[in-house]
């Protein structure tokens, strides 16, 4: 299948945007097992997984969220992380639906925690310039929901020691003073625990 594997994916592609919720429900479950079957075999169509899966977040529908979160899970699990994080960012960080945008934050979230902090904050060019600005950008959200999906990944990475210092580098100065408010009430909970 793998020589055929972009063919096959653009077909199920097609068939998760099909109207018949039980069709697109298959190809979503089909997609999840390409992705914990191929594992990074499947990294070529993390931006195309995610072009078609997030937009599904605003459906009204819960199982088809379900069926999206778990073939997103499984592309967050087993794609190269800096290749689910570009496809998460791409689609998701600037979308104008609240719900595509909450669920970019939690998987990120998702990711950082598959990652650790340490990774996260490796200095490694195009992924903590790209994940720190976004996550940033996110915990400013106007939507509830989505801030809290950020500010957890937050907390998560408040424990590393770098964390201050990469704001200051990635994050656009105007932001600044209060994604460090929002770290520093992190740090304080942290220790309070």
């Known amino acids: 299948m793998l020589p ?11 068939e998760v945007k099909n109207l018949r919720s039980m069709v697109s429900r298959a190809a979503m479950v089909t997609l999840a097992h390409l992705h914990a079957h191929l594992g990074r075999g499947m990294d070529a169509e993390a931006e195309g997984t995610a072009q078609t899966l997030l937009p599904k977040a605003g459906e009204a529908s819960g199982f088809i969220r379900e069926d999206m979160e778990l073939a997103l ?3 967050v699990l087993n794609v190269t992380p800096s290749r689910s994080m ?3 960012i791409n689609t ?8 595509v945008r909450k669920t970019t934050a939690q998987f990120l979230e998702r990711l950082a925690e598959v990652m650790g902090a340490s990774r996260v904050l490796s200095g490694k060019k195009n992924l903590t310039d ?4 976004s996550i940033s950008c996110l915990a400013l959200d106007s ?4 801030r809290t999906h950020a500010r957890n990944t937050l907390a998560f990475l ?3 020691p770098d964390l201050i210092k990469m704001v200051d580098r990635f994050v656009p100065q105007r932001d ?8 520093n009430k992190c740090q304080k909970n942290l220790r309070s625990k």
Do not use: P
């Open 4 to 14: 055929r594997l972009h063919d096959v994916c653009l077909a199920v592609y097609h």
């Open 73 to 75: 899970g499984y592309m």
């Open 86 to 88: 570009n496809a998460l």
């Open 92 to 99: 998701g960080l600037r979308h104008r639906n609240a719900a």
């Open 130 to 133: 790209r994940f720190i600005h």
């Open 143 to 146: 939507a509830q929901e989505v």
């Open 158 to 160: 408040a424990s590393h």
């Open 176 to 183: 600044q003073g209060t994604v460090r408010d929002i770290i």
